[in-house]
């Protein structure tokens, strides 16, 4: 079956890199995805790459796959107060209708 | 209005009441789903709605009854509920035939079962 783990939380400092991690089982995902959950709102969709790709760069965001160890990456350059957050990674399934198995989320934390 | 929309964004329901909560996308989409965002849980997919026919129905219990009766507008018609289904319900639409198929948010309503 599907799952997918994230940890829960992570803390950097303001100017900083952020690296939010996220394992995924299901080997034939096509698409994953990150989205952005601030207090009180629904989710942001940031980014997503397609399953062939190893890499790809929108402004401050960088996805990094690597399917062979069904790991994936959000890298967010010079981190702002503004970017704290609750950050979910999803993969979207074969299984269903195309439904998106979503991981647990990390709080990032941006400290000034 | 632009994007998806959610009304009301709270509720507050004894076990007894029947309610409904109501989503609109302004996007064009031809799918709608229904998600239940709970503490510390993964986010739980409930009904998807393509073309306006169910296709997907995560076992979820018959006190949960949804509506679509246009590519537009969902419904969450609720009766009878728990206090255990006190969480965020989260509606998105997409656009299948795309092939990212992005699903995009509301901003979700809040939902205290007392």
């Known amino acids: 079956g599907e799952d997918v783990e994230q940890s829960l939380f992570l803390s950097v400092r303001e100017g900083d890199s952020s690296v939010i991690n996220c394992t995924y089982t299901?080997?034939?995902?096509?698409?994953l995805y990150w989205y952005k959950q601030e207090p009180g709102a629904g989710l942001q969709l940031l980014t997503y790459?397609?399953?062939?790709?190893d890499m790809k760069q929108d402004q401050r965001l960088t996805v990094l796959l690597n399917k062979k160890d069904k790991h994936l990456s959000l890298r967010i350059a010079d981190t702002q107060t503004g970017d704290s957050a609750i950050y979910f990674c999803a993969e979207r399934a074969n299984t269903g209708f195309q439904k998106l198995v979503f991981g647990t989320g990390t709080r990032l934390l941006v400290s000034p | 209005e632009t994007g998806v929309t959610q009304t009301p964004r709270h509720l507050v329901m004894g076990m007894t009441n029947k309610k409904s909560l109501k989503c609109e996308q302004h996007l064009g989409h031809n799918a709608m789903y229904w998600y239940k965002q709970s503490a510390k849980k993964p986010l739980e997919l409930m009904f998807v709605?393509?073309?306006?026919?169910?296709?997907e129905n995560n076992s979820v219990p018959s006190r949960f009854s949804p509506e679509c009766p246009n590519s537009s507008h969902l419904f969450l018609h609720l009766h009878t509920l728990q206090p255990e289904d006190s969480a965020l319900y989260l509606c998105?639409?997409?656009?299948?035939?795309?092939?990212?198929?992005?699903?995009?948010f509301g901003p979700g309503t809040r939902l205290t079962v007392l």
């Open positions: 998105a639409s997409s656009q299948v035939d795309r092939d990212a198929n992005e699903q995009f």
């Open positions: 709605y393509s073309l306006e026919e169910r296709v």
């Open positions: 299901d080997s034939s995902s096509t698409y």
């Open positions: 790459i397609f399953s062939n790709m």
